[in-house]
Every structure is written in C-alpha cells, then in structure tokens.
C-alpha cells in the first residue's frame, strides 16, 4: 500500500479530521513563501529597511506609505487560483470527512475552493479595516486608494487585516483552532515547517489517532506521525480524495 493509499483509508474510517497548513500549500498556486532561500524575507528589497522590518506594526505606524507600497507588491496576489490540494480540502469537507481548515496563510485560497470552516491566524488580504473607527472595508479599497488608504468615514488609515510583527493572533481564531485540533481524529499538516510560534504550537493540542505530515522537509513533528509524504501536498490531496471514491 501507497503511502496515498494509506492516507485515503484514514480519511474514510475517520470522520473529524483538520488540515494544519502554511505557506507550502500556497506556493503551488504560484505565491512564494516567506522564509525560504528565496522566500521575500531573504530579498532584499529597500536599502534600509529589511522585509521583516518593512511587516512590522512599527512600520506601518511610521512609514504608511512605504508599508503599503511594499504589502501590495509583496503580500497581494490577486490572480492567484486555488491549487488541486485547496480542491481537495473543499470536498473533503463537503463529503463530511474535514470539519476545519487551520492556516497560517492569509490569501483566501481556501475559501475560493470551497472551504467553508476556515480559521486564518495571521488574518486574510481580503479584510480590512479602519484603525479608528473599525469601518470594514474590502481588498479593492486598498489596491485602489494609494498611496495610503484613508478611511471615508473618519479619515483614519486602513489597515489590512493581516498580523504584523508586533501583533497578537486574534484570541478567538485562536480559540476555534484549538477546539477543532482537539477535537480532531486525524490531523494533517502540510505545507509547513512548524517553526512559527505561537501557531506552530497548535499542533500540541492534537490528541486524535492519526497524524499526517505532508511536507517537503523534515519537521519538529515528524517522530509522532503515523505517516510523513515528502511530496506536493496538490497532488497528494487530490490522489487521496479519488481513492475514496
């Protein structure tokens, strides 16, 4: 039996699983990561400022222009499409079989698959809102108003719903994500290199049957898992998903 195959036939005697995923599940649809030899954290991209610093709450606060310029530039990929592994998630939830998706990514993929129950820790692009007055406004309100995006309600900076440095995850994501772990009979985590806190840590609360890493290299989690596919989580996704049928 295929290592495929083996993570099918846990997926049709289970019936609660979670998908755990980070930035590799969004490479595949083109969007590059973060902390990767090539990875925007390693670009050099302004002569004073380095990416990290350039993703910080600090920053936006005092320099909203170059913020904004290096987020849309950097942070937004608008004709990103969802990848077969997004596909995959979508239907399995529709099948009944996935209750959640927990991600670190903040692109919105998910939901375009299909998604319904997903919890973004570090937020969405797709959301925004006044620093002010809390007005709520959508991604084309950024893209549109440059250089800095100003609230039409108070004239306050709108800021991306996303979680800068400096910022603390939303206490209720967090919440809904460690519930749906810990409920969870199988957990799958793909696409990261668990070395994000305090995301990574969600993982701990996972006290389910099965786990499943489905990542190009190694992980802190490794040792514990029923089952590790170094290969593309799209592929993977999707092979399983047919076999169930």
């Given at each position: 039996?295929?290592d ?26 083109g969007i ?6 090539s990875g925007?954290y390693?670009?050099?991209l ?8 350039m993703?910080s709450?600090?920053?936006f ?5 170059d ?6 530039t950097?942070?937004?990929y608008?004709d ?5 592994g997004?596909?995959?998630l ?8 996935l ?9 919105g993929?998910?939901?375009q ?7 973004e ?5 797709r959301r925004a ?8 406004y959508g991604i ?16 306050g900076?709108?800021?991306p719903d ?13 919440r ?11 957990l ?13 840590g969600?993982i701990?609360y996972?006290?389910g ?10 992980t802190?989690?490794?040792?514990d ?21």
């Amino acid at each position: 039996m295929t290592d495929i195959e083996k993570l099918s036939e846990i997926l049709s005697t289970g019936s609660s699983a979670v998908f755990f995923g980070g930035a590799g599940m969004s490479t595949e649809s083109g969007i590059p990561d973060f902390r990767s030899a090539s990875g925007i954290y390693n670009q050099k991209l302004h002569k004073t400022f380095s990416p990290e610093e350039m993703a910080s709450y600090n920053f936006f606060l005092r320099h909203p222009e170059d913020f904004f310029d290096f987020y849309r530039t950097r942070f937004v990929y608008l004709d990103a499409k969802p990848n077969a592994g997004h596909i995959a998630l979508a239907e399995l939830e529709r099948r009944g079989i996935l209750k959640a998706v927990v991600t670190q990514n903040i692109d919105g993929l998910h939901q375009q698959a299909g998604s319904q129950t997903v919890y973004e820790l570090h937020g969405s692009i797709r959301r925004a809102s006044c620093v002010k007055c809390g007005e709520r406004y959508g991604i084309d309100f950024v893209m549109e108003n440059v250089p800095v995006p100003h609230c039409e309600r108070c004239g306050g900076i709108v800021k991306p719903d996303v979680v800068l440095y400096g910022e603390q995850l939303d206490d209720e994501v967090i919440r809904n994500s460690i519930r749906a772990i810990s409920e969870a009979d199988t957990l799958i985590v793909g696409g990261t290199s668990l070395i994000v806190y305090p995301a990574a840590g969600l993982i701990d609360y996972f006290r389910g049957d099965n786990l499943i890493l489905i990542n190009k290299t190694a992980t802190r989690a490794d040792a514990d898992a029923q089952l590790v596919i170094r290969d593309n989580i799209g592929a993977t996704l999707a092979r399983a998903v047919e076999l169930l049928a």
